[in-house]
């Protein structure tokens, strides 16, 4: 491994470019910021073999961009991309999103955004269920969030004008952009022609290759590790498992990254010491964050009340994976596979399999009713402390919170409530101590509210 031949006083810089491009899988002159580039251009001889022995991941760097091509052995239905205010992309902007890029793909150095909006609407015009129509102000938006992303990117520069008044008329508005081809070619490049595909399957991994060698078992728990928050191991199969259980299999990522590995008898998670290596910060600031902390203490003191009655337990329910494969799948228009080149996506049965006769985890369920109940006794605590979108609406900011629990794989959902995970018990004993939220200049001091008491909890200043 290269990282070990690193002096000691460079590998903090090594393991920051590991992280850049770990984290943004593309780097440009400006995204995600003016010297992520030039981090990543110092390191790149040694990310490229390091990236490619410990996970299987393949890096490009040129003068303009790095790209790393990573490997995914699973769909999250969790992930994605999001607008530049933080919103999750839909579907109309990933349609809008990839039209775009064909379009740019194709033209020239230069082009307007009422021009690439016409584009766009002609290709979606041949696409069943996808439809860009400028007279209607929400395609407009869509449209725009998905230019946004590729300028954010540096696919594509504002030279003049604003998207923001092309969006609010288009008779008014325009914008002139500036277009880095070189850029745009980066963003979609996927393992396979998408018009060889039958399945989503084929996009995964595993597809077509024999699950059980040793070297690309390990590799796959090391892509787990930096994919997901937490790894347990009874969610792998019985060769993961063993290969999660080697400290050899996390010593590398730890090198490279620079994070963490935080073993229990369950799994491991990577802790991000760094703050840069994750894409949704936990604890953190914000109402949804706190909510989800505070509520993460309930539950394990509810677990833990030695008065109250045990919790029942149960597994967590059998992969849903498959359903969601399968989903997607019926969204592939058939007609346009090229049928002479496609090729089977079934992946290979794994050997061991029908041998693994491990029994699964139970973990304790809280119902519905207490998350509800729970929450609404914080709202009542802390309510005027929350955004004003949250205090009449203790039903979504419960869901939110939950949500939130549920993606940082601390619970899981099942039908009437939530499997409190391993993971949890990080947070037990948490104690929080929420500042007053007082948005507006206090000209009047004297009037101050008295300050939210704390919980009975000790408190950890999360705000």
Request: aromatic share 4%; proline share 6%.
């Amino acid at each position: 491994m290269r990282a070990r031949s690193i002096p000691s006083v460079e590998l903090d810089s090594y393991q920051r470019a590991a992280r850049l491009v770990l984290t943004h899988h593309l780097v440009t002159a400006t995204f995600p910021d003016r010297t992520a580039l030039a981090t990543v251009r110092r390191w790149a001889t040694e990310l490229r073999d390091d990236l490619l022995a410990t996970f299987g991941y393949r890096l490009e760097v040129t003068e303009t961009t790095a790209r790393l091509f990573t490997v995914a052995d699973r769909l999250d239905a969790g992930a994605g991309t999001s607008t530049h205010t933080g919103r999750p992309f839909d579907r109309r902007r990933y349609a809008y999103l990839a039209l775009a890029i064909a379009a740019l793909g194709r033209g020239a150095g230069q082009i307007t955004l009422s021009e690439l909006a016409e584009h766009v609407a002609s290709e979606a015009s041949r696409v069943d269920g996808v439809e860009l129509d400028t007279e209607r102000a929400a395609d407009r938006d869509a449209f725009v969030d998905a230019v946004t992303w590729l300028g954010v990117r540096g696919a594509i520069t504002l030279a003049d004008g604003d998207a923001g008044g092309w969006a609010n008329d288009p008779e008014r508005g325009e914008a002139l952009y500036d277009v880095d081809r070189a850029v745009v070619h980066a963003v979609f490049r996927p393992p396979r022609a998408l018009q060889h595909l039958e399945s989503v399957r084929g996009l995964l991994g595993n597809a077509g290759a024999p699950q059980s060698d040793t070297s690309e078992v390990r590799r796959r728990v090391r892509r787990a590790l930096v994919q997901r928050p937490v790894v347990y191991a009874d969610d792998l199969d019985e060769d993961e498992a063993l290969q999660l259980a080697l400290r050899r299999t996390t010593d590398e990522v730890e090198l490279l990254t620079g994070s963490v590995c935080e073993r229990r008898a369950e799994g491991v998670a990577l802790v991000d010491t760094s703050g840069r290596l994750s894409d949704v910060r936990f604890p953190n600031t914000g109402t949804v964050a706190q909510v989800a902390l505070l509520l993460a203490g309930e539950m394990c003191d509810r677990i833990l009340d030695p008065d109250a009655p045990a919790p029942p337990r149960l597994p967590v329910p059998a992969e849903a994976h498959d359903a969601l494969v399968a989903a997607v799948d019926t969204a592939i228009p058939t007609s346009t596979v090229f049928t002479p080149l496609a090729v089977s996506d079934t992946p290979i049965p794994h050997e061991q399999a029908e041998n693994d006769i491990r029994a699964p985890l139970e973990h304790p369920l809280l119902e519905d009713s207490w998350l509800a109940g729970t929450v609404g006794h914080l709202v009542d605590i802390y309510g005027r402390t929350f955004a004003a979108q949250w205090q009449a609406d203790p039903a979504g900011l419960t869901e939110a919170a939950v949500d939130m629990l549920d993606r940082l794989r601390l619970v899981a959902r099942v039908p009437g409530g939530v499997l409190a995970l391993p993971a949890l018990a990080r947070f037990r004993g948490v104690t929080v101590s929420v500042r007053e939220r007082d948005p507006e200049i206090d000209l009047f001091p004297e009037t101050t509210p008295e300050t939210v008491p704390d919980p009975d909890t000790t408190p950890t200043e999360i705000s």
